[in-house]
């Protein structure tokens, strides 16, 4: 850190304070991200963190650099968020009883998903990520750490917990640090720590080897789905996932597990649509994810209808998630293609 510049961005420059913090912007990013689990609110959090750090960076001392600073804004502005009464809430207020709120007759779900809020992370974003390595504590490879799996499971422990497992286990810092980000004693970190890690380790994918990313073996997976799903081939689809399968569609609380409820899932949107007309290939999570297309029967026009994320385990597809369009500009997906 140049004094310098900080000196600069003490006196009121905003264009120094912009050259201290800008390195960083990308990973404070992901981090809201992984706190809330949604995009828009990470990019608010986001927002609001810079101005918070612009309004109080005459008072920063240098005593931690100025990323550990940025962090202590970030993750505070994020658990503000999280302990609001205006959070969406994570349970729906009422039982399911039917996925009637569709267009489509769905059968019953196996049942209701706890995060209804959660939206993919364009893979777009991600090279913005410094190239700083994790701390010596982090326990998380950054692959699975931006992981839909991992998001969701995630999203489940209590604020305090959510903190601490993303400064000590995925960003690596030391609990003396993390206690100082947080205003906690190191043994309320460690104690956060302890019940944190034994919720996600109950919650973790089977522990098998996925293709690499746009491997021979990825390539010739996605290729088979991709047929399979745009003909809406339903057989051909369940032999290409794991036997205890998710299907998930947030903000919809109804989710499908196994292949035998997941069969009955397919079936009925397959009497439905008969066919998906397109499917534009992005990446969401560090995980395969495509653009999904109807065409209007009228116009002739491809419109996007979803955004579908699968995550891979082995050679099979154990996870399924279709995203509503709302995020679909995050990943360059144009709402009409002709």
């Known amino acids: 850190m140049s004094e310098e510049l900080l000196g600069r961005a003490r006196a009121g420059d905003r264009d120094a ?33 810079l101005l918070a ?32 009464s205006a959070r969406r809430p994570a349970i729906p207020a009422a039982p399911v009883q039917s996925p009637a709120a569709t267009t489509v007759s769905l059968p019953e779900p196996t049942g209701a998903g706890e995060v209804l809020w959660l939206q993919p ?34 999203q489940l422990l209590p604020p305090n917990q959510r903190a601490v497992l993303m400064l000590r286990d995925v960003l690596g810092y030391h609990a003396r640090e993390t206690a100082e980000i947080l205003g906690i004693t190191v043994d309320a970190v460690t104690s956060a720590l302890k019940r944190a890690r034994a919720t996600m380790n109950t919650a973790r994918s089977l522990d098998l080897p996925s293709p690499a990313p746009d ?35 947030p903000p919809l609380p109804f989710e499908y597990r196994g292949s035998d409820a997941v069969h009955r899932f397919f079936s009925a949107i397959s009497a439905h649509f008969g066919r998906v007309d397109r499917m534009v290939p992005v990446r969401a999570n560090g995980q395969p994810a495509w653009g999904q297309y109807i065409r209007d029967q009228v116009t002739g026009n491809l419109h996007i209808a979803g955004i579908i994320v699968v995550g891979l385990v082995g050679d099979r597809i154990h996870e399924f998630t279709h995203f509503e369009t709302t995020v679909a500009p995050y990943f360059g997906l144009p709402r009409t293609l002709t």
Do not use: K
């Not at 399979?228 to 369940?238: C, G, S």
């Open 17 to 49: 304070f912009t050259s201290l913090v800008e390195p960083h912007r990308g990973e404070l990013h992901v981090h809201c991200y992984r706190m809330l689990g949604s995009l828009q609110d990470a990019e608010d959090a986001l927002q609001e963190t």
């Open 53 to 84: 750090a612009w309004l109080s960076i005459d008072g920063f001392e240098g005593r931690s650099s100025v990323r550990t600073w940025l962090y202590r804004i970030a993750t505070n502005r994020c658990l503000n968020v999280l302990r609001s």
């Open 121 to 154: 992370y364009p893979d777009l974003l991600l090279p913005e990520l410094s190239d700083r390595a994790p701390g010596p504590e982090a326990r998380y490879e950054s692959r699975e750490a931006i992981s839909l799996a991992f998001i969701t499971a995630v």
């Open 215 to 249: 491997s021979p073996g990825e390539r010739e997976l996605l290729e088979r789905f991709v047929t399979a799903f745009t003909e809406l081939d339903v057989d051909a689809l369940i032999a290409l996932m794991t036997d205890d399968v998710w299907v998930r569609m």
